[in-house]
């Protein structure tokens, strides 16, 4: 196939074009890079059959010659991110969602969403399923990510019950591995560059609050499972193993061999205390589910930022 990638040059969104190449499809990335690298896209762009096109999708989603799949993950992705571009996030999951559900229907294409967790907000249904319609704050400051997200999804399922565009909606919970940006504020990122410098790691509250972390070549092998699918959606794609930010800490302290203390600061606003997803739908019919384990994945993101001088 050839399959357009919006938000390629994102951590996510690089590893994707990485497992299309590797598997035979040609891949478009197209990408504004204000979130987004260049540098994520080294070894994509050493393949004859990948193309960088930077473009801001809300404005164009136009793309030459045949298209056969479409991906959207174009969207800021962390907190400090779409907090300092809440205008331009919204824009993204109103404006360039609707674009490259444009594009899609234009080439009789599938068009597989990367919508999110956060959709569930602070969730009072623990672990989260599909069924569930969440608990949202909609004008709290994580609105603009959380609302922009809800508003695809819903521009998404219009498309395809009104005009019959070939759709598929992956809901993808907090994802860590190589690539990450140490600097944009993911829990993961940020505990192993603290503790590769002999710095406090910083835990919000008391660090009960959970996450569940996915490697990320679990994730992307979702999303293949979902792309090459029939199925719309919407469908979890996380690692349902449950950590608390603190053991998460101690985790990371372990792995990296550093004497880094930890500490205690502030809560985000609307920071949700639980998050773990039910994946039971992702398994029946991807036949999927994440293999790789916290210990394993946490060595290689350690690998990756120690080779970096983190």
Known sequence: MRVVVAGGAGFVGSHLCDALLARGDEVVA?????????????????????ELVERDVTVSADVEGQVDAVCNLASPASPPRYLSMPL??????????????????????????????????????????????????PIGPRSVYDEAKRYAEALVMAHNRTLGTHVGIARIFNTYGPRLDPRDGRVVSTFIVQALRGEPLTVHGDGTQTRSLCYVDDLVAGLLALLDADATGPMNLGNPDEHT??????????????SSPVVFGARPADDPERRCPEISLATATLGWSPTVAIGDGLARTIAYFRARGA
Do not use: C
């Open 88 to 137: 331009e996030t919204l824009r993204v999951g109103a404006d360039g969602t609707r674009n490259l559900l444009e594009l899609a229907g234009r080439h009789d294409a599938r068009l597989v969403h990367a919508s999110t967790s956060e959709v569930y907000g602070d969730p009072k249904e623990h672990p989260q399923r599909e069924g569930y319609w969440g608990n949202v704050n």
């Open 245 to 258: 930010m603190l053991d998460l800490a101690h985790l990371v302290i372990a792995a990296t061999g550093s």
């Open 30 to 50: 197209v990408d504004d890079l204000s979130t987004g690298s260049t540098a994520n896209l080294a070894a994509a762009r050493e393949h004859r059959g990948f």
